[in-house]
């Protein structure tokens, strides 16, 4: 029983090492923040906050990262403190939106606490406004827009196109009545995933992929310079179902630069540095290396990492070679 155990506790901890990406890390901010720039801040999974000199928005708002044990047999809630404590080491007082990429738990859970902490709208599906009601957030704080509506938040445009979730066929189906925590992880279902695309007149065009699944075509026509990547489960794919990824989500838009999200193991709190999956949950390793080949066949794009918890200015884009 004793090697069982220790068996068991050596496979958890098999994960990839960051230091091998360390390099690929984009740069800190300088302050302060200049005009028409536009800068970001990456805090697991798809949590992201995107400002510029005037408006914050977030994505997805994850903050409470309920541990491993409780999100498989308890049940799961927002963390009023936490989520404080996260804003407040984000310098977010003030938001304009929180858009959720999909519903579940990992994605949408805080999105209501965030919104009432800092005046924000919550930006998805009905599932994710279910979710929204059932923690008590006011209608008007709630938007649910059409596929491919823009949605205009100080300097920035921001557009939900249709996509679909990974699939590993957990907790899929919609939220069809107020969800109220605590409840089990697996209540929040997916309630249908986004494409999200934010642009920013003077600066460029983003757009963030939550989930490393896809809509055939659903992105044909469109440009993006950066596309923050999903990629979740994407180690233990077979070469076709990345190719097939890669080629809707990144290569269809034509990126100048490809980021690499939803990586991390978000059983851990955001007091503990970030880090991979387990090798037998996912690979880090395995996704890293597909991406860079990728980029590098098309002479066109980029491949970098996100410091975690670290504001980098991502748009605009200097050129090639040109020191920030």
Do not use: C
């Amino acid at each position: 029983m004793l090697l069982v155990a220790f068996g068991v506790v050596r496979v958890l901890n098999d994960r990839p090492d960051l230091e091998r990406w360390r390099a690929l890390e984009l740069p800190p901010a300088k302050l302060p923040i200049g005009d028409g720039e536009v800068r970001i801040t990456f805090f697991g999974v798809s949590t992201l906050v995107i400002r510029d000199r005037e408006t914050t928005i977030l994505v997805d708002g994850f903050f409470t990262r309920p541990g491993l044990l409780t999100m498989l047999v308890g049940e799961v809630e927002p963390d009023p403190l936490v989520i404080a404590a996260e804003l407040e080491r984000a310098g977010v007082e003030r938001a304009a939106a929180v858009i959720v990429v999909h519903s579940h738990f990992d994605h949408v859970m805080d999105a209501p606490e965030v919104a009432k902490r800092t005046g924000a709208v919550v930006v998805g599906s009905e599932s994710t406004a279910n979710v929204s009601r059932g923690w008590g957030l006011s209608s008007d704080q709630i938007v649910v827009p059409e596929p491919g509506e823009d949605l205009r938040y100080g300097g920035f445009v921001v557009t939900l196109f249709e996509s679909e979730h990974f699939p590993h066929g957990m907790a899929m189906g919609e939220i069809t009545e107020p969800l109220v925590p605590p409840a089990p992880a697996l209540d929040y279902l997916d309630g249908g995933s986004f494409s999200v695309a934010i642009a920013h007149p003077e600066s460029g065009t983003i757009l963030v992929q939550g989930s490393a699944g896809w809509r055939p075509g659903a992105l044909s026509g469109k440009k993006f310079d950066v596309v923050l990547l999903g990629v979740g489960g994407l180690g233990g794919r077979d070469d076709a179902y990345r190719d097939d990824y890669y080629d809707q989500v990144v290569e269809s838009v034509q990126p100048s630069l490809v980021i690499p999200i939803h990586w991390d193991d978000f059983t851990r709190p955001l007091t503990e540095p970030l880090r991979p999956f387990p090798r037998i949950q996912d690979d880090l390793d395995v996704t890293m290396k597909f991406l860079i080949d990728r980029a590098h066949e098309s002479n066109r794009t980029d491949v970098a990492m996100l410091p975690p918890l670290r504001e980098v200015k991502l748009l605009p884009r200097p050129d090639p070679g040109q020191a920030e």
